[in-house]
């Protein structure tokens, strides 16, 4: 699960959106539009990073309209600790872009 999760978030472009999203709802479900609002971030680019996320097992949702809750898989669930370790590795940063997660931790965004 770590080599698949680096993979996932550290290894592509947005990797960061991904684990921002992964962040917000390890806290409750949210729609994609919640998510949005939550993240700052554009509605379709919400729905792009989620059906990565979906088709990796990481989300599961409660069906496909718009307001469709997206949870944390269980497989997520059982493996967030890795995501922790995971994300303390890649929020660091040689510039001075920050971001916030849900708990207000300023969060670096990493450029490799």
Known sequence: MRKFLWKLLAGTKGGLNRARIIDELKNRPYNANQLAERLSLNYKTIKYHIEVLEKNNIVTSTGKGYGA???LSDKME???DIFLEIWDEFRVSSNN?????AN???VEVAHH
């Open 69 to 71: 809750l997206y949870f």
């Open 78 to 80: 059982k493996n967030f």
């Open 97 to 101: 872009n920050v971001y916030y997660l």
């Open 104 to 106: 207000n931790v300023p």
